[in-house]
């Protein structure tokens, strides 16, 4: 069965510092969604792309988090500087389509980010 | 805008006992409404999706909800609990476009 896979699944960075984080979504799925899950709450969204494009950055704390995906299938997020508030699990989700809305969205198994 | 409240952030039942994990939704729109599992350090797993199609929804594992429009709750529903169904249960709520919004989570122990 498809799987959505993310890495790495675990990183401890210093404050400050860079980190980023890879998503490769189920093939043939076009929309991609980076939420963020802070301990004891329920996922937040991030980013959501279609194809390449960015559909909803609203929630994207622009200052310090950047998303792509250049070429329409696997993404990269990316924090700079890491800040201790970041500490949280870091989900990528990806759907068939998004055109009628109620897809399901398939989750990876997320990378866990500590920030020291 | 969107929301689910999840009432209850922890749940216990014995083993073998009724699971009812409950959720309340608001939407302008009609919605679609989501329940995944998680299990420690994992992702969000589906258990079970509304559509409109049919107001009880079985899922996987034995899990079934059920969509009351008259009191905007779609609360999950176990016969039997069993050992291996602890973890942390979300509700979501999506209208349209995809824009999903999740619940703070119920967190299901199950004793033995």
């Known amino acids: 069965e498809a799987e959505v896979a993310q890495s790495p699944r675990y990183k401890i960075t210093e404050k400050s510092q860079a980190v980023a984080f890879w998503c490769d979504p189920i093939?043939?799925?076009?929309?991609l969604y980076w939420y963020r899950q802070i301990l004891g709450q329920g996922p937040e969204l991030l980013v959501q792309?279609?194809?390449?494009?960015?559909?909803?950055d609203s929630q994207l704390p622009k200052d310090r988090f950047s998303a792509e995906r250049l070429k329409g299938v696997d993404s990269t997020l990316k924090i700079q500087p890491a800040e201790l508030g970041d500490s949280a699990m870091y989900l990528c989700?990806?759907?068939?389509?998004?055109?009628?809305?109620?897809?399901?969205?398939?989750f990876g198994p997320g990378t866990r980010l500590l920030v020291l | 805008a969107q929301s689910v409240t999840q009432l209850g952030s922890h749940v216990s039942v014995s083993e073998g006992a009724l699971v009812l994990l409950r959720c309340n939704y608001s939407?302008?729109?009609?919605?679609?409404l989501f329940w995944y599992v998680q299990y420690p350090n994992q992702g969000l797993q589906l258990l079970l999706k509304?559509?409109?199609?049919?107001?009880l929804v079985k899922g996987i594992n034995g899990f079934e909800a059920e969509f009351k429009k008259s009191e905007t709750s779609f609360h999950l529903t176990k016969p039997s609990a069993h050992m291996s169904d602890a973890a942390e249960y979300f509700c979501a709520v999506s209208p349209n476009n995809n824009d999903m919004r999740f619940g703070a989570g119920t967190r299901l122990t199950v004793k033995p």
């Open positions: 509304y559509t409109s199609a049919a107001t």
């Open positions: 989700a990806s759907s068939f389509q998004t055109s009628q809305g109620g897809e399901t969205q398939y």
């Open positions: 093939s043939g799925h076009a929309t």
């Open positions: 939407s302008s729109v009609p919605p679609y």
């Open positions: 792309f279609q194809d390449e494009s960015v559909v909803d």
